[in-house]
Each structure stands twice: as structure tokens, then as C-alpha cells.
């Protein structure tokens, strides 16, 4: 069978089965419980394997397994900071949150502080950071698109990320978060399925000696040794050891601060329920994320340096699908195209699971916390009214994922997401952590600490490498790039925090010690967060 016929039948045959559940949820969706929550009835095990689903995005698939093909072990680095991040957000969000909160973020925030600047703020930098995490997944869409089709032409990459949008649109506008959730455990199946047959291929090409394989790997990476130490990407001078301190601040810090993963611990009946997805979560990218390892050391050791290698023309973000085709046969047989394919599915099936989280959360935020909590805060606002700008919201963020993501096709998947990691450690999680830990702090302190370290965060990445100056920034022909480093977590991350106490200490809005005490009790207990989310 022609590949791309086989590939287009796998391709429709997933989008077909996403779609179907969409159907499916969109008639268990009745109320705005059921839109931003799923009505609270999911298990533990259920939303452990949506978390799954979620976290584990394009730029974990298809970004990191590219970096470890090109950069060896500072590569794997990316899976480290991303697996370590879970153990902050159990042990200082999941349940608290769970216990305190409603639909979103800024639910916690608002729960002792003036609500419209609050909201507002949270808000903002909840669809911020949405849209940075898009852009990475969406790029990732329109790469692997091309390569099935076996095309280089930019109108086919633009086309995709369009329809990619589209689709992402759809879940959430007719499925709400139960649609969402379905699509994110199926796809977190699929995706752990495929990655362990690929897996198993590699290793049984160098009969399971895992040292024979990373030897391999180094010797046709032209790097040798260097390959399997640290330093190739983040060694040698003072400047890139900084950026690469930066990085994992912003990966083990971020996990606790992104929106789309903050919800999904509403979407369980019992905190005890949260910590048990958290903990199924964890084994699940765990699991992973040690699999990433195989992925990319065997694309290193079994694919042509030229196809992977940015700095040789290849691309790196296509390390696993290519390395699946070479395991099945090689180009041009069957069973390569077979594995090509199934493997290009899988990435496309988390592709729109991860954007219809990313769309959900944002779109749910602009609803509940703009709409409803500011612009009609005097004035009630009917479950049917909040769900219908939620709707409109979606529309809206999608096209501007859409309109940013076809400029950004030249970006690293997994490096896009890192920079989404430090916007959310530098904004969201010193508010979170300050309005859960710290009596005093008040609206000014979340307001300074939400726009500061969002500011930053994105100020810094707008005047770094990133954006000018570099062959791989978005604007190679121009320079402005006065920041240095790549990831600007080391800076932002302080001042985000430094913002909270400063706006804190110079308020004279008096503090609101019982409803600290009421929070404090709700979020260490559990007790009357059920009467709470009723309310």
C-alpha cells in the first residue's frame, strides 16, 4: 500500500475516532460544571492518564527526542526537568489547589483578595502562556504533516496548523472538558503503545545492550565521546551554563504554574482523588520520559546525521517518526511506511489533545474569570451566557495560535515549551504559592507579581536569541537580541516572586486574616471545598 495513502487512512481513522467522542461528551455536557470540569467525575486513574495526555505534548514526542538525537546528554536533560516538575506539583499544588478552587486559577486567587484585578490579571497571563504552549504543538502539527506527505512546500505546513486549529476548536466548543478529556486518554494509550514498539525495535536492533546502542550513537553523531557526556549544548562558557540553569528552573518550576494542567485537578470528586491522578501521572511520564531516551539515542545511531541536524539542514523535530520508519524496514518498504505512519498518527492523536487542553483552559478563563468575575460582577450571569462566551473565546484563541504559529515554524517544538515553562514559573506559580503560604499578601502583591513576572518573562524572550541575530531565531536577518540567554526563567522567575513581596509590602489594604484561616483550612483539609463548589 502507498505510504501516504496508509498514512492518510491512520491520520483520518484518529481525527475520525477524537471526533466521535467529541459527539459523544458534547451531550453529557449540560451545565458549566460539566463544560469547565467534566462534572467533577472523573477518577483518579481516569485524569491521572489525562494529565498523561496532556503533559505529554508534541515538544515531548517529536522535540525531545530531536534534542537528544542532536545534543546528546544535555537532550535528555529537557525529559529530567520535565519528570522532576511533577514532584513540585504534588507536593505543593495539586491537592491545595483542588481543595481551594473552583474552575481556574485565579478562583484561589480571588477567594481572599478584590476580585476584578485579580481575575484580570490571571486571566491574561493564563491565555499568554496557552499560546506560547500552542505555538510549540501546532509547529509540531505542520513538520509532521510535511513529512508524511512527503512534501517541503510551506502552503501544505500553513494549511495544517489551520486545520489543526480547527479541530482543536471543535473539541472544546462542542465537547467542553469531558470531550477533552476522553480525547486525552486515548491518546495517552496510544501514545505510550507506540512509543514502547519503537522502543523495543531500537533495542532489538543492538540486541537490548543498551551501552552497545549509546556507543553507536555517539560515533555516528560525529561528537564521540562528548555525545554521551554533558556540555555539548550547555558546556564550555559561563554564559551557556547559565542559560542551561535557566532552563531547568523554568522546567521544574512551570509544571506548577501551567493553566491546563492546573485544571484538570478540578475535574476530580475528592482531593484524595488528586493526589492519586498526580501519582498515576507520574508513573505514566515517567515511563516515558525514560523511553525518550531510547528514542533518541537510537535516531542518533540509526538515522543520517543531515536529517535531524538543523545545522546540516535536517530537522530535528522528525527524529522519532524517522527513526520509526528506519526500525520498520527503511524508506520505501512496508513495514517502514506501516511504522511511519502509526507513529505519525500518535504524534497527530497528541498534537490535538494537548491543543484542545491548552484551548479549553484559556478559553474557560476568559469566560469565568473576565467575563463573569469582572465585566458582570454586579450582575448574574447565566451557566448558559458564561459557557457561550467560553465558546466565542476558543474561536478567538485558536486564531491567534493560528496566525502566530506559521511564522514560528523555524523554532524548536521542545525549546518553544520550555519558554512557555518559565512565563508560567515566572507569573503564576509565585502568586499560587505566596496566596497559599502567606498571610499577608494581598491584590497588589498578585497583581505586581502576575504582570511583573509575565512581563518580564516575555519582555526578555522578545530581546533575546530567540526572536533576532541567530539562523534559528524568528527574525534571522535582524538583531536586537541585548538579553543573552535563550530561556529567560533565571531573571524572570526572582522577579516575579520579588514583585509579589514589594507590592505586598507597600499595600495598605489590610489583610484578610480569616479568610487566610478559611483557605488555609480548605486547602490543608478539603474541609468545605464541596460546599464551596457549589456556590
Same mark, same amino acid.
Given at each position: 500500500?502507498?505510504?501516504?495513502?496508509?498514512?492518510?487512512?491512520?491520520?483520518?481513522?484518529?481525527?475520525?475516532?477524537?471526533?466521535?467522542?467529541?459527539?459523544?461528551?458534547?451531550?453529557?455536557?449540560?451545565?458549566?460544571?460539566?463544560?469547565?470540569?467534566?462534572?467533577?467525575?472523573?477518577?483518579?486513574?481516569?485524569?491521572?492518564?489525562?494529565?498523561?495526555?496532556?503533559?505529554?505534548?508534541?515538544?515531548?514526542?517529536?522535540?525531545?527526542?530531536?534534542?537528544?538525537?542532536?545534543?546528546?546528554?544535555?537532550?535528555?536533560?529537557?525529559?529530567?526537568?520535565?519528570?522532576?516538575?511533577?514532584?513540585?506539583?504534588?507536593?505543593?499544588?495539586?491537592?491545595?489547589?483542588?481543595?481551594?478552587?473552583?474552575?481556574?486559577?485565579?478562583?484561589?486567587?480571588?477567594?481572599?483578595?478584590?476580585?476584578?484585578?485579580?481575575?484580570?490579571?490571571?486571566?491574561?497571563?493564563?491565555?499568554?502562556?496557552?499560546?506560547?504552549?500552542?505555538?510549540?504543538?501546532?509547529?509540531?502539527?505542520?513538520?509532521?504533516?510535511?513529512?508524511?506527505?512527503?512534501?517541503?512546500?510551506?502552503?501544505?505546513?500553513?494549511?495544517?496548523?489551520?486545520?489543526?486549529?480547527?479541530?482543536?476548536?471543535?473539541?472544546?466548543?462542542?465537547?467542553?472538558?469531558?470531550?477533552?478529556?476522553?480525547?486525552?486518554?486515548?491518546?495517552?494509550?496510544?501514545?505510550?503503545?507506540?512509543?514502547?514498539?519503537?522502543?523495543?525495535?531500537?533495542?532489538?536492533?543492538?540486541?537490548?545492550?543498551?551501552?552497545?546502542?549509546?556507543?553507536?550513537?555517539?560515533?555516528?553523531?560525529?561528537?564521540?565521546?562528548?555525545?554521551?557526556?554533558?556540555?555539548?549544548?550547555?558546556?564550555?562558557?559561563?554564559?551557556?551554563?547559565?542559560?542551561?540553569?535557566?532552563?531547568?528552573?523554568?522546567?521544574?518550576?512551570?509544571?506548577?504554574?501551567?493553566?491546563?494542567?492546573?485544571?484538570?485537578?478540578?475535574?476530580?470528586?475528592?482531593?484524595?482523588?488528586?493526589?492519586?491522578?498526580?501519582?498515576?501521572?507520574?508513573?505514566?511520564?515517567?515511563?516515558?520520559?525514560?523511553?525518550?531516551?531510547?528514542?533518541?539515542?537510537?535516531?542518533?545511531?540509526?538515522?543520517?546525521?543531515?536529517?535531524?541536524?538543523?545545522?546540516?539542514?535536517?530537522?530535528?523535530?522528525?527524529?522519532?517518526?524517522?527513526?520509526?520508519?528506519?526500525?520498520?524496514?527503511?524508506?520505501?518498504?512496508?513495514?517502514?511506511?506501516?511504522?511511519?505512519? !502509526?507513529?505519525? /498518527?500518535?504524534?497527530? +492523536?497528541?498534537?490535538? =489533545? #494537548?491543543? *484542545?487542553?491548552?484551548? @479549553?483552559? &484559556?478559553?474557560?478563563?476568559?469566560?469565568?474569570?473576565?467575563?463573569?468575575?469582572?465585566?458582570?460582577?454586579?450582575?448574574?450571569?447565566?451557566?448558559?451566557?458564561?459557557?457561550?462566551?467560553?465558546?466565542?473565546?476558543?474561536?478567538?484563541?485558536?486564531?491567534?495560535?493560528?496566525?502566530?504559529?506559521?511564522?514560528?515554524?523555524? !523554532?524548536?517544538? /521542545?525549546?518553544?515549551? +520550555?519558554?512557555?515553562? =518559565? #512565563?508560567? *514559573?515566572?507569573?503564576? @506559580?509565585? &502568586?499560587?504559592?505566596?496566596?497559599?503560604?502567606?498571610?499577608?499578601?494581598?491584590?497588589?502583591?498578585?497583581?505586581?507579581?502576575?504582570?511583573?513576572?509575565?512581563?518580564?518573562?516575555?519582555?526578555?524572550?522578545?530581546?533575546?536569541?530567540?526572536?533576532?541575530?541567530?539562523?534559528?531565531?524568528?527574525?534571522?536577518?535582524?538583531?536586537?537580541?541585548?538579553?543573552?540567554?535563550?530561556?529567560?526563567?533565571?531573571?524572570?522567575?526572582?522577579?516575579?516572586? @520579588?514583585?509579589?513581596?514589594?507590592?505586598?509590602?507597600?499595600?495598605?489594604?489590610?489583610?484578610?486574616?480569616?479568610?487566610?484561616?478559611?483557605?488555609?483550612?480548605?486547602?490543608?483539609?478539603?474541609?468545605?471545598?464541596?460546599?464551596?463548589?457549589?456556590?
Amino acid at each position: 500500500m502507498d505510504t501516504q495513502l496508509l498514512t492518510t487512512l491512520l491520520f483520518l481513522t484518529v481525527v475520525a475516532a477524537t471526533v466521535g467522542i467529541t459527539f459523544w461528551a458534547s451531550r453529557q455536557t449540560k451545565t458549566a460544571a460539566d463544560f469547565y470540569s467534566g462534572g467533577r467525575s472523573f477518577s483518579g486513574f481516569q485524569n491521572g492518564l489525562a494529565i498523561g495526555g496532556d503533559y505529554m505534548s508534541a515538544a515531548s514526542f517529536l522535540g525531545i527526542s530531536g534534542a537528544i538525537a542532536v545534543y546528546g546528554y544535555d537532550g535528555f536533560l529537557y525529559s529530567i526537568g520535565f519528570l522532576v516538575a511533577w514532584l513540585v506539583a504534588l507536593l505543593l499544588v495539586a491537592e491545595m489547589l483542588r481543595n481551594a478552587g473552583r474552575y481556574t486559577m485565579a478562583d484561589q486567587l480571588a477567594f481572599r483578595m478584590n476580585q476584578r484585578p485579580v481575575r484580570t490579571a490571571a486571566s491574561i497571563s493564563t491565555v499568554v502562556v496557552s499560546i506560547f504552549y500552542l505555538l510549540a504543538q501546532m509547529v509540531g502539527a505542520g513538520s509532521l504533516v510535511a513529512l508524511l506527505l512527503g512534501v517541503d512546500s510551506q502552503v501544505i505546513k500553513n494549511i495544517t496548523i489551520v486545520g489543526v486549529g480547527a479541530l482543536m476548536i471543535f473539541y472544546v466548543v462542542v465537547g467542553g472538558m469531558k470531550g477533552t478529556t476522553y480525547v486525552q486518554i486515548v491518546k495517552a494509550v496510544l501514545l505510550m503503545i507506540g512509543s514502547a514498539l519503537i522502543v523495543v525495535l531500537v533495542l532489538a536492533r543492538f540486541d537490548f545492550n543498551l551501552s552497545e546502542l549509546l556507543g553507536t550513537a555517539a560515533e555516528n553523531s560525529g561528537k564521540g565521546e562528548a555525545f554521551v557526556q554533558p556540555g555539548l549544548q550547555y558546556g564550555g562558557s559561563l554564559l551557556s551554563q547559565i542559560d542551561f540553569l535557566s532552563l531547568g528552573l523554568a522546567l521544574v518550576l512551570g509544571t506548577a504554574g501551567l493553566p491546563h494542567i492546573l485544571i484538570r485537578f478540578y475535574t476530580v470528586p475528592t482531593a484524595q482523588d488528586a493526589r492519586k491522578s498526580v501519582l498515576w501521572a507520574i508513573g505514566l511520564i515517567g515511563a516515558f520520559y525514560l523511553m525518550t531516551l531510547v528514542l533518541g539515542f537510537g535516531a542518533a545511531a540509526l538515522l543520517d546525521r543531515s536529517a535531524v541536524d538543523p545545522l546540516e539542514g535536517g530537522n530535528q523535530n522528525l527524529a522519532s517518526p524517522l527513526l520509526a520508519e528506519a526500525v520498520g524496514g527503511g524508506d520505501g518498504s512496508t513495514g517502514g511506511a506501516i511504522l511511519l505512519a !502509526l507513529i505519525a /498518527a500518535v504524534a497527530f +492523536a497528541t498534537i490535538l =489533545a #494537548v491543543v *484542545a487542553g491548552l484551548t @479549553l483552559a &484559556s478559553s474557560s478563563s476568559v469566560a469565568h474569570d473576565l467575563y463573569k468575575g469582572v465585566i458582570k460582577k454586579d450582575q448574574p450571569v447565566s451557566e448558559y451566557d458564561e459557557v457561550r462566551v467560553a465558546r466565542i473565546s476558543a474561536f478567538v484563541i485558536g486564531a491567534v495560535a493560528i496566525g502566530l504559529s506559521i511564522p514560528a515554524q523555524r !523554532l524548536n517544538i /521542545a525549546f518553544l515549551v +520550555a519558554l512557555a515553562f =518559565a #512565563v508560567a *514559573a515566572s507569573a503564576n @506559580l509565585p &502568586s499560587i504559592i505566596y496566596n497559599m503560604f502567606w498571610k499577608r499578601f494581598n491584590t497588589r502583591g498578585a497583581t505586581w507579581s502576575i504582570y511583573g513576572g509575565l512581563g518580564a518573562a516575555v519582555g526578555l524572550v522578545f530581546f533575546s536569541p530567540v526572536m533576532s541575530s541567530l539562523p534559528t531565531s524568528l527574525f534571522p536577518d535582524s538583531d536586537w537580541a541585548v538579553f543573552p540567554l535563550n530561556n529567560p526563567g533565571i531573571v524572570s522567575i526572582p522577579i516575579g516572586f @520579588l514583585l509579589g513581596y514589594l507590592g505586598t509590602i507597600t499595600s495598605r489594604e489590610p489583610a484578610a486574616e480569616d479568610r487566610f484561616t478559611e483557605l488555609e483550612v480548605r486547602a490543608l483539609t478539603g474541609a468545605g471545598a464541596e460546599q464551596a463548589a457549589q456556590h
